[in-house]
């Protein structure tokens, strides 16, 4: 796939590629200018060992990460707890379809080879080992590769109570905390996407990693009778929620489609598999965060699944964009024209968005 058609209109401005390609070009001189390169830094069998003693806990890694860092890297990736950046509010919570952190790529000179190793390690801690090639095949198709369109900061100081790494770039939100973001799961509201074959998909997104979540989810809705079905589509003059709307309505909230108490037990059955499938790519301990956080709030039973009319790509019935929601429980796929992914878990809703 080319690069100009890595990137499309809803997932950020064109000019971003033009600016990466700089950036790798200027890179090697704004690491000599910093001194990177000449400073002492883990070596790579220390940088595995460190890996190694630390596998299944990519918080170990951060603080890894953080001691490998030197002063003027510090300065550019690593920012206090409770940073505040202009417009884009508080940064660690920010989650967004296309946006970069920083402007340091993980591949880019910026860091060294030890370093890189050691992110790559954090990140394969936050996700399913069954799921890594699964995600470098996403991030090949809608960024050139692992590392090469994404960055990386850390907020407050690991080893401490409050710290949290973050990766993002197309397609991506990625947390780790530690659990220092209190109420919260995966350390704050994360996104995932895919465009598997260009900017439109088509109504079976072929290659899209992460369409059989919709399958699975759509399987629901054949099961239901003509009443449910009513109740559960939102008509297309109605339209799609905004993109990033997955603030929290509460416990009082009108929820859209129908609620999960209404769906017999062979119907719940299925919807369970669907949010096991939701949680799949993630490590065990943010997956038993997500279903502690839905259980403080009633669990299943107080939530909704709506499916939308508007977005149904070719028109066949087979529901592209879909929701299912609590009091503070959102999980948000909006597959047209490809597949955008909106997560927002806590087990309170007085929790905000940082959009």
Not at 10 to 36: P, Q, W
Not at 229 to 236: F, H, Q, S, T, Y
Not at 268 to 276: A, H, I, P
Not at 295 to 309: E, S, T, W
């Amino acid at each position: 796939m080319s690069l100009e058609n890595r990137f499309c209109p809803d997932c950020g401005d064109s000019n971003e590629v033009r600016r990466r390609e700089f950036l790798k070009t200027a890179g090697l001189a704004g690491a000599a200018a910093m001194g990177i390169g000449s400073l002492p830094l883990l070596t790579p069998g220390r940088a595995v060992a460190a890996a190694t003693a630390a596998k299944g806990a990519p918080e170990s890694l951060v603080k890894v990460l953080y001691d490998a860092l030197t002063p003027g890297q510090k300065e550019q990736v690593c920012y206090d707890w409770g940073f505040v950046d202009g417009d884009r509010g508080l940064l660690r919570t920010r989650v967004a379809n296309n946006w970069h952190i920083n402007k340091h790529e993980i591949n880019s000179d910026f860091y060294t080879d030890d370093q890189r190793a050691i992110i790559r390690g954090i990140f394969e801690g936050i996700i399913q080992p069954e799921w890594h090639k699964r995600i470098d095949h996403q991030l090949e198709d809608d960024a050139g590769g692992y590392g090469e369109d994404q960055n990386i900061a850390i907020f407050g100081t690991p080893g401490s109570s409050k710290f949290e790494f973050v990766m993002t770039g197309r397609h991506m939100t990625l947390r780790c905390d530690g659990d220092s973001s209190d109420h919260v799961a995966f350390g704050g509201p994360i996104f995932y996407g895919h465009a598997a074959s260009g900017f439109n998909e088509g109504p079976t997104h072929e290659g899209n990693v992460f369409w059989p979540q919709a399958v699975a989810a759509n399987k629901v809705f054949e099961m239901m009778d003509g009443k449910q079905r009513e109740a559960a589509l939102v008509k297309k003059e109605k339209k799609l929620p905004a993109e990033q709307a997955v603030g929290f309505r509460g416990p009082d909230g009108q929820l859209p489609g129908i609620p999960v108490t209404e769906l017999s037990s062979d119907q719940r059955e299925q919807l369970q598999k669907v949010l096991q499938m939701l949680v799949e790519p993630y490590r065990q301990s943010d997956r038993d965060e997500v279903i502690a956080c839905l259980k403080a709030q009633g669990g299943l039973d107080r939530c909704a699944l709506a499916f939308y009319q508007d977005g149904d790509i070719g028109g066949d019935g087979m529901w592209d964009c879909w929701r299912l929601e609590g009091p503070s429980f959102v999980w948000y796929f909006r597959g047209s024209p490809h597949v955008h992914v909106w997560v927002n878990v806590a087990n309170d809703a007085s929790v905000k968005l940082n959009a």
